[in-house]
């Protein structure tokens, strides 16, 4: 009776505050499809994520941001450490960027810059075999890389 008592307790502490996981890989935005680019979207790892922008917006000059995350009953909770911003570059029309009429800048150089302090949000989560869905908007599980 000890033992299972024990057990209870042992099991109810560790369910408290169970943190979980994402499965590694790349989950992209609205669709498992690929095609000549990514949508936006997320690569997690154990406890990192790195989100990237729609790949098809060429005028953005934001091209991901990141940083580590937790989840926590249904919420997960990301702290934004950098922004990886593309500086210079270019204006033309592009045959790839399509989703502001084909503009785009090219050629830019990719910098990362530090967020000080870092940017805390939070989401509602809910975690799929094939796909999660965060804030009601659904990412689907693309590769394990």
Known sequence: MKKAFVFVIVYFFVMQFCYCQISKGFWQEKTSNVSDAYLGGYYFTDSTF???????????PINALGGK???????????????????????CRSMTATLNDTWSIEGGK???????????????????????????????KIDTN
């Open 50 to 60: 790195e989100y990237t922008i729609n790949g098809y917006d060429g005028l953005n």
């Open 69 to 91: 995350y937790t989840i926590k009953n249904n919420v997960i909770y990301f702290t934004v450490e950098y922004i990886k911003k593309t500086i210079g570059g270019t204006l």
């Open 110 to 140: 990719i910098t990362t810059t530090k967020l000080k302090p870092a940017v805390k949000a939070t989401a509602k989560i809910e975690l799929f075999k094939d796909y999660i869905i965060i804030d009601k908007q659904k990412f689907y």
